[in-house]
């Protein structure tokens, strides 16, 4: 019994950690690698607040930093990508609704990882401040 279950847990990890990679290429990995780089370091960055004893002023004002980056290199690359879209939107003759949604689709990718960081920054802060008051 165990073995299976252990098996199940494995087998979704793994179809996880492949959906999870193929967001990252299928948003452009010239964005969406750096916004993992920025999320493991602001991961980092929270742990090292949480074992701090004392002021953590600095931590806390370099994590919403980081976050707020993480949200404006999000919307770069979807401006960037856009601008891409639209270049070749107006090479071609004939585009489909469903090409013009996809690729919709896909520009929004890197904002929205970038809001998970920066939310994720945000409740690091919060929860910081929390521990910092008692």
């Not at 010239?30 to 004893?53: A, D, N, S, T």
């Not at 930093?65 to 770069?76: D, Q």
């Amino acid at each position: 019994m165990s073995f299976a279950f252990f098996y199940i847990c494995l087998s979704l990890t793994l179809n996880l950690n492949i959906m999870f990679f193929s967001l990252l290429n299928t948003g452009g990995p010239v964005f969406m690698y750096p916004l993992f780089i920025i999320l493991i370091l602001l991961i980092i960055l929270i742990v090292k607040g949480f074992l701090k004893k004392g002021n953590i002023d600095k931590t806390m004002s370099l994590i919403g930093s980081i976050g707020l980056f993480a949200v404006v290199w999000g919307f770069l690359g979807q401006i960037i990508g856009l601008i891409s879209a639209f270049d070749a939107i107006e090479l071609a003759t004939d585009i489909s609704p469903s090409v013009m949604a996809g690729g919709l689709k896909v520009s929004f990718l890197a904002p929205a990882f970038g809001l998970c960081i920066f939310l994720i920054a945000r409740l690091g802060i919060i929860i910081l401040t929390w521990m910092q008051k008692d």
